[in-house]
């Protein structure tokens, strides 16, 4: 079994900053990911790093975003600078051994973590 728990999420203004981290429990060296979800909207996919630690994006964050792992801490990181409103959204974590840029791919899940951008 695995535990996942996100933190970092909150309210900054358009062009401001942020660090979402995620602290694994349960089992070491998976895949990880990043999802959000904004109301209404489908989850999409948002970063993945893999356990030879490749890193993958989808197109929205044009640079902006950069996922890392501590895998001493057993933590992924996702830093989201230039934050703009339409990336307000709840932001999970997921693990899975394969990993990739599906929902479907991964079988644990963190509880989410708002993050909210004002113009």
Same mark, same amino acid.
């Given at each position: #079994?695995?535990?996942?728990?996100? *933190?970092?999420?909150?309210?900054? @203004? !358009? ?7 995620? =602290? ?12 959000? @979800? !904004? ?7 948002? !970063? ?9 994006? =989808? ?19 996702? #830093? ?13 974590? !997921? =693990? ?8 479907? @791919?991964?079988?644990?899940?963190? @509880?989410?973590? #708002?993050?909210?951008?004002? *113009?």
């Amino acid at each position: #079994q695995v535990e996942l728990v996100e *933190s970092g999420g909150g309210l900054v @203004q !358009a062009g401001g900053s942020l660090r979402l981290s995620c =602290a694994a429990s349960g089992r070491t060296l998976l895949a990880m990911g990043w999802f959000r @979800q !904004a109301p209404g909207m489908e989850r999409e996919f948002v !970063a993945a790093i893999n356990r030879n630690d490749r890193t993958y994006y =989808a197109d929205f964050t044009k640079g902006r975003f950069t996922i890392s792992r501590d895998n001493v801490k057993n933590t992924v990181y996702l #830093q989201m600078n230039r934050l703009r409103p339409e990336d307000t959204a709840i932001y999970y974590c !997921a =693990a899975d051994v394969g990993g990739g840029n599906k929902v479907l @791919q991964y079988d644990y899940w963190g @509880q989410g973590t #708002q993050v909210t951008v004002s *113009s």
